[in-house]
């Protein structure tokens, strides 16, 4: 994962897949919007022997939460348990 940044100072995530024999490259670029825990492609493309896929990053890491809040309650580890967990 890498992190880019378009003109206007947008920032984004940046993965790159290998070009891998039997990977399906159908799969990496299939239109998953409004799915829960999946991050849109907001573009894709390719690099060499990779693929290419942009997202939309998160406002900040969990580890970032942590350090800045402390440790989640128990109600709020329950209620982000699932989307981390799958």
């Known amino acids: 994962m890498f ?7 947008k ?5 790159l897949v290998p070009q891998a024999p039997g ?5 990496l670029f299939i239109d998953l919007d409004g799915l829960r825990n999946v991050v849109p ?4 493309g390719e690099h060499e022997d990779q693929w290419v896929l942009v997202m939309h990053r998160a ?6 939460h942590l350090q800045e809040h402390g440790q989640l309650s128990l109600n709020e580890a329950v ?6 967990a799958v």
């Open 23 to 27: 990977t399906d490259p159908e799969m």
């Open 59 to 64: 406002e900040k890491s969990l580890r970032t």
């Open 11 to 15: 920032k984004a995530a940046v993965k």
């Open 3 to 9: 992190e880019a940044e378009d003109t206007a100072g």
């Open 79 to 84: 209620a982000v348990l699932p989307d981390v």
């Open 41 to 44: 492609v907001i573009d894709s």
